[in-house]
């Protein structure tokens, strides 16, 4: 669409360029759209520049955190000792040292301005959720007195009723609890008129069951904890300390104008785009990717991070995506609870510096047809304080048997527990972008490299004997130097790779939380090495000297029995889908298809054996996640048709008319005209109009006798019905007069800036 003058909305003066024709604002629905592009194009900082040069960088990290030393230097020696051994290794919390904690964590809260506390806690929903209680009460003589008790800092009673509980709770049952959880810092979080001091907690329900993220994720840590010591005790290390799992998820995301972000009614109440043309440019040209990041999104970027840095958040990477106006930030690993906290706080951060900056942060995995989606690719590992890096190969990985012991046991996992894996990423977001040629696809294989491919290729032969080395890359370019080479390339098509010391699982969504992934990875890993530490105590009897052979014998067993779950090539490719078939490897290719395997025999046999979730609670979430695709499906159809009823068909009668009307003078003076815009106007139309009824009655006609047909009737039935209505709209677009046209377009809101 061209360029032109737009009025100001009060002055109907030309106030800065826009992508319409015309020089007066229509009397339509484009007024708010030719509105925004005004306000975009006369954006002005609003706030002062921040003055970074005043306090270090460094200084900031963790300033706003009870951290370990914070802790170290406020609480008395026995008690510091005490709550270090429970957050580092895993040692039962002494409830009698509480008292003494909520004290000094309410002192350093007060210094730094708190008048408030919060249990922070994360239900079902994915959501972040939180129940501020004051500080102050009253003493009886007029005034009050702070006070924070050793019983208020471990336990809060927010009230249930109102989370989902996939049925474990009845609306009318509403206690719930939150519980401190040690092993995350409490934190305190900024607001221009004070702060708050906030206590990460878990959710249980009255009756002691999970009603949330967290909970999962610390019972599957111990279960994996449990199982890797038996390995680490057969490779003779007796030091016990714990071994957790960690995580660094990187966060894609999108940022758009708030004044095209509120003129977007899809935006606003389904977080993606249900109509849009594709523009004539998008990112066909790979100029975004890595590009200079323009100096609005820096400036966001920088208020971002310093933000981040003060929660303790260790932030590493910044940079231009592949779509336009898509980004990226990444963090360092940590402890994969922490990790998992951390996250949710980067996403209510990135939406709210967006906002002081006039833009929104789209986290949802598609919000614009056509250009690439985002994930949140979890790379995890598992390692200890006194053994490292548990998925370091070393120098050789053919000489290091406990990595490849702990290697193939997450082989045997992803493998075994494939369904699992698709289903803790299965969102009705999530399906617009797995499959497509931008992310993995929704068949789960791992990618190795070269070099671990080799290595149980041979042993698969008979024995490994040698490695691929590294070496070195030489660049051909004598002002540049040398540079280590990796033995393997990397694999950007594949849901679960190998990059050197940790698997990526690059299926998770952008709009996801981390949990479920974690849990998945957690318990199904604590199940593999659960397998081998018995097959391998079973094979030594307490001979330490047989110890080489048994994990030979171990080895080549599960790379002949789950190598299928191996590929190194393009996942991508429609010959990478029949190769999967015939493998035998599933493509659960929706959520519809997805979800049901949490009802899998041995998936529910899994978290009950390893005491990571109930048979109930494992119920509770797959109703829920149901539930929840079930309902953004069903808010997204009624959204398709109130935008097509009320904005897109009115936007095209109109043009219509006017061609209608042209026709008809043009014919009065004689003159022959062609009508053949308004013929396939004419037939748009109607078509849409059909569409949309059609879409109307499949909505109407849910017969679903459960929670499970009836996301299949949504994916099969709704899903198609609401393209339908887009195909028709998406191709007004193109035609209608811009001026017309009400809704700010892709090309306006990816590249006007």
Same mark, same amino acid.
């Given at each position: 669409?061209?360029?032109?003058?737009?009025?100001?909305?009060?002055?109907? $003066?030309?106030?800065?360029?826009?992508?319409?024709?015309?020089?007066? =604002?229509?009397?339509?629905?484009?007024?708010?759209?030719?509105?925004?592009?005004?306000? =975009?194009?006369?954006?002005?900082?609003?706030?002062?520049?921040?003055?970074?040069?005043?306090?270090?960088?460094?200084?900031?990290?963790?300033?706003?955190?009870?951290?370990?030393? @914070?802790?170290?230097?406020?609480?008395? &020696?026995?008690?510091?000792?005490?709550? @270090?051994?429970?957050?580092?290794?895993?040692?039962?919390?002494?409830?009698?040292?509480?008292?003494?904690?909520?004290?000094?964590?309410?002192?350093?809260?007060?210094?730094?301005?708190?008048?408030?506390?919060?249990?922070?806690?994360?239900?079902?929903?994915?959501?972040?959720?939180?129940?501020?209680?004051?500080?102050?009460?009253?003493?009886?003589?007029?005034?009050?007195?702070?006070?924070?008790?050793?019983?208020?800092?471990?336990?809060?009673?927010?009230?249930?009723?109102?989370?989902?509980?996939?049925?474990?709770?009845?609306?009318?049952?509403?206690?719930?609890?939150?519980?401190?959880?040690?092993?995350?810092?409490?934190?305190?979080?900024?607001?221009?008129?004070?702060?708050?001091?906030?206590?990460?907690?878990?959710?249980?329900?009255?009756?002691?069951?999970?009603?949330?993220?967290?909970?999962?994720?610390?019972?599957?840590?111990?279960?994996?904890?449990?199982?890797?010591?038996?390995?680490?005790?057969?490779?003779?290390?007796?030091?016990?300390?714990?071994?957790?799992?960690?995580?660094?998820?990187?966060?894609?995301?999108?940022?758009?104008?708030?004044?095209?972000?509120?003129?977007?009614?899809?935006?606003?109440?389904?977080?993606?785009?249900?109509?849009?043309?594709?523009?004539?440019?998008?990112?066909?040209?790979?100029?975004?990717?890595?590009?200079?990041?323009?100096?609005?999104?820096?400036?966001?970027?920088?208020?971002?991070?310093?933000?981040?840095?003060?929660?303790?958040?260790?932030?590493?990477?910044?940079?231009?995506?592949?779509?336009?106006?898509?980004?990226?930030?990444?963090?360092?690993?940590?402890?994969?609870?922490?990790?998992?906290?951390?996250?949710?706080?980067?996403?209510?951060?990135?939406?709210?510096?967006? %906002? &002081?900056?006039?833009?929104?942060?789209?986290?949802?995995?598609?919000?614009?047809?056509?250009?690439?989606?985002?994930?949140?690719?979890?790379?995890?590992?598992?390692?200890?304080?006194?053994?490292?890096?548990?998925?370091?190969?070393?120098?050789?990985?053919?000489?290091?048997?406990?990595?490849?012991?702990?290697?193939?046991?997450?082989?045997?996992?992803?493998?075994?527990?494939?369904?699992?894996?698709?289903?803790?990423?299965?969102?009705?977001?999530?399906?617009?972008?797995?499959?497509?040629?931008?992310?993995?696809?929704?068949?789960?294989?791992?990618?190795?490299?070269?070099?671990?491919?080799? =290595?149980?290729?041979?042993?698969?032969?008979?024995?490994?004997?040698?490695?691929?080395?590294?070496?070195?890359?030489?660049?051909?370019?004598?002002?540049?130097?040398?540079?280590?080479?990796?033995?393997?390339?990397?694999?950007?098509?594949?849901?679960?790779?190998?990059?050197?010391?940790?698997?990526?699982?690059?299926?998770?969504?952008?709009?996801?939380?981390?949990?479920?992934?974690?849990?998945?990875?957690?318990?199904?890993?604590?199940?593999?090495?659960?397998?081998?530490?018995?097959?391998?105590?079973?094979?030594?009897?307490?001979?330490?000297?047989?110890?080489?052979?048994? =994990?030979?014998?171990?080895?080549?067993?599960?790379?002949?029995?789950?190598?299928?779950?191996?590929?190194?090539?393009?996942?991508?490719?429609?010959?990478?889908?029949?190769?999967?078939?015939?493998?035998?490897?599933?493509?659960?290719?929706?959520?519809?298809?997805?979800?049901?395997?949490?009802?899998?025999?041995?998936? $529910?046999?899994?978290?009950?054996?390893?005491?990571?979730?109930?048979?109930?609670?494992?119920?509770?979430?797959?109703?829920?996640?149901?539930?929840?695709?079930?309902?953004?499906?069903?808010?997204?159809?009624?959204?398709?048709?109130?935008?097509?009823?009320?904005?897109?068909?009115?936007?095209?009668?109109?043009?219509?008319?006017?061609?209608?009307?042209?026709?008809?003078?043009?014919?009065?003076?004689?003159?022959?005209?062609?009508?053949?815009?308004?013929?396939?106007?004419?037939?748009?139309?109607?078509?849409?109009?059909?569409?949309?009824?059609?879409?109307?009655?499949?909505?109407?006609?849910?017969?679903?006798?459960?929670?499970?047909?009836?996301?299949?009737?949504?994916?099969?039935?709704?899903?198609?019905?609401?393209?339908? @209505?887009?195909?028709?709209?998406?191709?007004?677009?193109?035609?209608?007069?811009?001026?017309?046209?009400?809704?700010?377009?892709?090309? %306006?809101?990816?590249?006007?800036?």
């Amino acid at each position: 669409m061209s360029t032109t003058i737009i009025p100001e909305a009060e002055s109907q $003066q030309s106030s800065g360029p826009a992508a319409g024709r015309g020089s007066s =604002v229509p009397s339509s629905g484009a007024s708010a759209r030719m509105a925004a592009i005004a306000a =975009v194009t006369n954006y002005q900082p609003t706030t002062r520049p921040l003055n970074f040069s005043e306090t270090p960088t460094q200084d900031l990290f963790s300033a706003n955190v009870f951290s370990k030393k @914070v802790m170290k230097d406020r609480l008395p &020696k026995p008690i510091f000792k005490s709550l @270090v051994a429970t957050i580092e290794a895993g040692e039962k919390l002494d409830s009698s040292v509480a008292d003494i904690v909520a004290s000094a964590m309410k002192d350093w809260a007060i210094e730094k301005g708190a008048t408030h506390y919060a249990h922070v806690f994360f239900p079902l929903t994915g959501a972040t959720a939180e129940k501020h209680d004051s500080f102050l009460s009253p003493n009886g003589e007029g005034t009050a007195i702070a006070e924070f008790s050793g019983s208020q800092l471990i336990q809060g009673e927010p009230d249930g009723s109102s989370f989902p509980t996939g049925g474990i709770r009845q609306t009318f049952e509403a206690r719930g609890y939150t519980i401190w959880d040690v092993t995350s810092p409490a934190y305190i979080l900024e607001n221009p008129n004070g702060t708050t001091l906030c206590i990460p907690t878990a959710f249980v329900s009255w009756t002691g069951e999970a009603l949330d993220k967290k909970t999962p994720v610390l019972r599957s840590m111990e279960a994996l904890n449990r199982q890797a010591q038996r390995i680490l005790t057969l490779f003779g290390h007796e030091d016990s300390a714990f071994v957790a799992s960690t995580a660094g998820p990187e966060q894609e995301y999108f940022l758009i104008d708030r004044h095209f972000f509120f003129a977007r009614p899809d935006l606003v109440n389904a977080g993606r785009t249900l109509f849009g043309a594709k523009p004539p440019k998008g990112q066909e040209f790979d100029d975004h990717y890595f590009g200079a990041i323009p100096e609005r999104v820096l400036a966001f970027m920088l208020e971002t991070e310093r933000e981040l840095f003060k929660l303790g958040i260790p932030v590493k990477t910044r940079h231009n995506e592949v779509a336009p106006g898509q980004y990226e930030i990444a963090p360092v690993f940590e402890s994969a609870n922490l990790a998992t906290d951390h996250q949710q706080l980067m996403m209510t951060t990135l939406r709210r510096v967006a %906002e &002081k900056y006039g833009m929104a942060c789209l986290m949802h995995e598609k919000p614009f047809a056509g250009v690439n989606g985002s994930g949140k690719h979890v790379n995890w590992s598992l390692g200890s304080s006194s053994q490292g890096n548990l998925l370091d190969p070393g120098d050789t990985p053919h000489d290091n048997a406990q990595f490849l012991v702990f290697c193939a046991a997450v082989i045997r996992a992803v493998y075994k527990y494939q369904g699992l894996l698709r289903a803790v990423v299965a969102s009705a977001g999530n399906d617009h972008r797995l499959g497509a040629n931008e992310a993995p696809p929704a068949i789960i294989s791992i990618f190795l490299g070269d070099q671990l491919t080799d =290595v149980f290729g041979q042993i698969k032969a008979g024995g490994a004997n040698s490695s691929l080395e590294k070496g070195t890359l030489t660049v051909g370019v004598d002002v540049l130097p040398p540079l280590p080479k990796d033995a393997g390339d990397r694999n950007r098509t594949s849901p679960f790779a190998f990059t050197g010391n940790r698997f990526e699982f690059r299926a998770v969504g952008s709009n996801q939380s981390i949990a479920g992934p974690l849990v998945a990875m957690n318990a199904i890993v604590a199940e593999s090495i659960d397998y081998c530490a018995s097959q391998l105590e079973k094979a030594t009897q307490g001979d330490p000297e047989s110890l080489h052979s048994a =994990v030979q014998t171990l080895l080549s067993e599960v790379i002949n029995e789950c190598g299928a779950i191996i590929f190194n090539g393009d996942g991508y490719s429609d010959a990478w889908h029949t190769e999967a078939s015939e493998r035998g490897l599933l493509n659960l290719k929706t959520t519809a298809d997805a979800l049901p395997y949490l009802q899998a025999p041995e998936v $529910q046999e899994l978290f009950e054996k390893y005491e990571v979730l109930s048979e109930r609670e494992l119920e509770s979430r797959l109703e829920t996640y149901l539930e929840q695709y079930c309902m953004t499906v069903n808010v997204e159809a009624q959204l398709t048709i109130e935008m097509a009823r009320t904005m897109i068909f009115p936007a095209a009668i109109r043009y219509q008319n006017e061609l209608a009307a042209t026709c008809a003078n043009l014919k009065l003076v004689g003159y022959e005209f062609d009508t053949d815009t308004l013929d396939v106007a004419t037939s748009l139309v109607k078509s849409l109009q059909d569409s949309i009824a059609v879409l109307d009655k499949a909505m109407s006609e849910d017969g679903a006798v459960d929670l499970v047909d009836e996301a299949r009737h949504c994916c099969d039935v709704v899903l198609p019905a609401m393209s339908t @209505v887009r195909e028709y709209a998406d191709e007004l677009e193109g035609i209608v007069a811009d001026d017309l046209w009400p809704l700010p377009t892709y090309q %306006e809101m990816l590249f006007i800036k």
